[in-house]
DNA sequence: CAGTGAGCGAGCTTCCGCTTGACTT
């Protein structure tokens, strides 16, 4: 029999806190929530003030049952959960289902997982903040709300299945805009001008303080400062710091992961939850730049242990995100003075590494800077050429880490200065001036989109990860990367007196691992905006999160507040539902050759192009005057579809004439344009155009594509089906029933028998299937 | 590597936030 039971909601936390308490107690968790509305229904009578029903989940009988059989034999009940709304709740569950009275329970809270905190609230135990727990359910029921009734909305308007949510609906919504700014933009090109000099013999750059929006301006001011002599109008040199970045939440863990080790958001809490879970850092989904004293000690130990005392800086940083719990520390190591970490996988070490450094670098000294500005001037005309650079006079934090940026272009500061003073005269070598093109906002990568959620206090650390997860479930939103398209830019060089135009080329609209919306997801969020613009707001988690404060505080009752904000919300769905057309996007593209409308819409099976209309009334649509349709290929959306493109898509597949008796069609299918014969298909390589190939070229690539196949083939075995011995990239092998057969070393490919054939095809299909340790490339080649 | 309206009917889908394994491809 145990004295004292004490519940927390993680089992790796559980496993530390035992340690600090001893033999007196005995330390388990509740893993996470153990109470929830009901998966089915909505589980909230609205009639009588929102009195919710809850049940133990499915998945956490078998722990309640567990946790009521100790706490029975227990004096004392510890409920030890996070200090959050969240955790206060838990706490709040575990007292309502374990069926122990509440004067044998004691309420403890702790910020920090240290042997001190942990003893300090045992010392001072308090009973469960029935505020905090109101809040709780007022977000709880709010959340349902919202998702249970707008869903089936969805489901009757645009499509069954799909889902919306406070947080889903904008994350999707931010997707949707971003998307509609980047297509919208319009890149206006301007010059810049580049100036290449020497002073005390080394070369250095400046860059004209104008740009120029057209090309005959740039070479205007070109042709001016021909033969020009260039001398130091002023020189600054001021002093600049910086500082260390606040160490590691889960949404700045997660951007930098994505940034310096290119890992999903999900892929970076699978590998923090195994360093934690081995005891390597803290917890990892938290939203505090917290450090305990003890951290902070620990790594001002190891900063002056290797660098010095005079890199320590220490420091305690605030949180700056609107609606932050704060019920853990930062995530840290645990141990400072380990600098690599045993029995780990690449991926841990690396991630372990990214956390240690950002932690030590946050108590560390501020960087100290110079930065120079030289303004060159000349005596054609009154415009300056400017050269800025940056020495680091102290190195400080930067020894160890510096934080990535994804809005901003790398600037490359690093050339030094030549020593030079005002009214010095410098060398003119040359000067470019180079087309360039403004770029739009980039889209978002899973890991900007975090941030971006975060800042409007929109879901949280336990969320970000899943929400990503589902948005792209829903098929609202999918994680693309792009080849970009080469772009040409023109360059006037003045070198030597003489000026040069060249057009070069660079690459342009590229995107690597990048969030689009679907058509879908275009669709639902311009009818959620519509219909529910509350709901959609940006704002509208920082204004429930204000109310739920104020619950919290113990000055609104949860129940007035559900009123107030369901009553309205309730009429705008019913409103909504009343509508009797379904929401299809439907957008007017323009009129085919015969006058016909032709428009881009959602259908049954997803995004399509429709050609004319229906007959209006009562009257029947004749047979030959119904509507024809087209499926957009994968790389088409309705938004950006031309009346050109949608026009194209009828046009396949396209009749090309015969050959062997037979007829030959071109289309577009799921691996790209195609010649079907004989129903074979036979793809068709960048060289030839579908919409254009005629009777030749495709008899051509037919025969191509034959003789291709021979030259393949070893020996062909006559057997039901039939056995072909083909050469292959990786040697011989053969083919039967659509399954490849690697043919065994030391056997001769055009000896087999079928009989030996038949004995491989025995044991590789007995065999059990090897299990890939990489996953498939997407991209097979690409040349 | 197609098809493709709306309406009728049944029965299905869905939220956010807190935590881990137990599952299969």
């Given at each position: ?273 195994g360093l934690y879970e081995k005891g390597d850092i803290t917890y990892m989904r938290t939203d505090s730049v917290n450090l305990s004293q003890q951290a902070i000690d620990g790594a001002k130990a190891e900063i002056e242990k290797s660098f010095g005392p005079k890199y320590a800086e220490t420091r305690q940083y605030k949180t700056k995100s609107s609606g932050a719990q704060e019920a853990h520390e930062a995530i840290r190591p645990t141990d400072f ?203 509208f988690t920082a204004q429930v999160e204000e109310e739920f404060d104020i619950i919290a505080e113990g000055k609104l009752s949860w129940t007035k507040m559900l009123h107030q904000f369901y009553n309205p919300f309730h009429a705008t769905v019913v409103k909504a539902t009343d509508v009797k057309k379904k929401t299809s996007g439907e957008k007017l593209l323009g009129q085919d050759a015969n006058g016909k409308n032709v428009y881009a819409k959602i ?181």
């Amino acid at each position: 029999m145990v004295k004292n039971l004490l519940i927390v909601e993680s089992p790796a936390k559980a496993k530390t806190i035992e340690k600090y308490l001893g033999k007196d107690f005995i330390v388990k968790s509740s893993i996470g929530h153990i109470r929830d509305l009901p998966e089915k229904g909505i589980g909230i009578d609205v009639e009588h003030d929102f009195a919710p029903t809850y049940e133990v989940s499915t998945d956490k009988k078998k722990v309640v049952a567990e946790l009521k059989k100790l706490a029975k034999e227990a004096e004392t009940v510890w409920l030890a959960t996070d200090e959050d709304r969240e955790g206060e709740a838990i706490a709040w569950h575990l007292l309502e289902a374990l069926g122990v009275k509440e004067s044998k329970t004691k309420r403890v809270v702790y910020h920090e997982i240290t042997k001190s905190a942990i003893l300090a609230a045992i010392e001072n135990p308090r009973s469960i903040d029935k505020a905090l727990v109101d809040a709780q359910q007022a977000r709880r029921i709010l959340d349902r709300l919202v998702g249970y009734e707008l869903s089936p909305v969805l489901w009757r308007k645009v499509k069954p299945s799909l889902s919306a949510g406070r947080v889903q609906s904008v994350a999707v919504r931010l997707i949707v805009e971003r998307e509609r700014e980047v297509n919208g933009f319009n890149s206006v090109p301007f010059f810049k001008v580049d100036g290449l000099f020497n002073a005390n013999s080394s070369n250095f750059h400046a860059e004209l303080d104008k740009r120029y929006t057209n090309e005959e301006d740039a070479l205007g001011f070109l042709t001016k400062i021909k033969g020009a002599e260039f001398t130091v109008r002023d020189l600054e040199k001021k002093p600049a710091k910086r500082s260390p970045s606040a160490p590691f939440t889960t949404s700045t863990l997660q951007q930098e992961a994505s940034r310096k080790l290119s890992f999903s958001v999900l892929q970076t809490m699978r590998v923090a939850q195994g360093l934690y879970e081995k005891g390597d850092i803290t917890y990892m989904r938290t939203d505090s730049v917290n450090l305990s004293q003890q951290a902070i000690d620990g790594a001002k130990a190891e900063i002056e242990k290797s660098f010095g005392p005079k890199y320590a800086e220490t420091r305690q940083y605030k949180t700056k995100s609107s609606g932050a719990q704060e019920a853990h520390e930062a995530i840290r190591p645990t141990d400072f003075s380990a600098k690599e970490i045993a029995g780990h996988d690449s991926n841990e070490a690396r991630l372990y590494d990214l956390i240690r450094k950002r932690t030590i670098a946050s108590q560390m000294a501020n960087a100290e800077l110079e930065k120079t500005v030289i303004t060159i001037g000349q005596n054609k005309t009154d415009d300056n050429f400017i050269a800025t650079g940056e020495v680091i006079i102290f190195d400080g934090f930067l020894r160890v880490y510096s934080e990535s940026d994804d809005d901003t272009e790398e600037q490359d500061n690093s050339e030094t200065l030549p020593m030079v003073k005002a009214g010095d005269k410098v060398n003119f070598l040359e000067a470019n001036a180079t087309q360039r093109f403004p770029n739009s906002l980039p889209r978002y990568t899973e890991a900007s989109l975090v941030k971006k959620l975060e800042a409007l206090g929109i879901g949280r650390p336990s969320t970000y990860a899943p929400t990503i997860s589902t948005v792209q479930k829903r098929g609202y939103v999918v994680k693309e990367s792009r080849e970009g398209t080469p772009r040409p830019y023109k360059v006037l060089t003045l070198k030597n007196g003489e000026i040069i135009a060249a057009t070069k080329s660079e690459n342009t609209g590229a995107e690597k691992s990048k969030l689009f919306p679907t058509d879908i997801g275009s669709v639902v969020t311009d009818f959620l905006v519509e219909n529910f613009s509350e709901i959609l707001d940006y704002n509208f988690t920082a204004q429930v999160e204000e109310e739920f404060d104020i619950i919290a505080e113990g000055k609104l009752s949860w129940t007035k507040m559900l009123h107030q904000f369901y009553n309205p919300f309730h009429a705008t769905v019913v409103k909504a539902t009343d509508v009797k057309k379904k929401t299809s996007g439907e957008k007017l593209l323009g009129q085919d050759a015969n006058g016909k409308n032709v428009y881009a819409k959602i259908g049954r099976y997803g995004p399509m192009i429709q050609i004319g209309d229906f007959a209006e009334g009562e009257e029947e649509t004749k047979a030959e005057d119904k509507p024809k349709y087209s499926k957009l290929r994968a790389d088409q959306r309705m938004e950006t579809i031309t009346l050109e493109e949608a026009l194209n898509l009828f046009k396949m597949p396209r009749k090309i004439g015969l050959f062997e008796d037979k007829e030959m069609a071109a289309g577009i299918g799921r691996f790209g344009p195609y010649i079907r014969h004989d129903s074979k298909f036979y793809s068709i390589s960048k060289e030839d155009d579908v919409y254009t190939i005629d009777e030749a070229r495709a008899i051509e690539v037919i025969k191509d594509k034959r003789q291709k196949e021979i030259e393949k083939t070893i020996k062909i075995i006559p057997h039901e089906p039939e056995i072909r011995i083909l050469k292959g990239r990786f040697g011989p092998y053969f083919t039967m029933d659509k399954k490849n057969y690697k043919i065994p070393k030391g056997k001769e490919a055009a000896d087999l028998t079928l009989e030996e054939c038949m004995e491989i095809v025995k044991t590789e299909d007995a065999a059990p299937k090897k299990k890939g340790r990489f996953t498939p490339r997407k991209k097979a080649d690409k040349k």
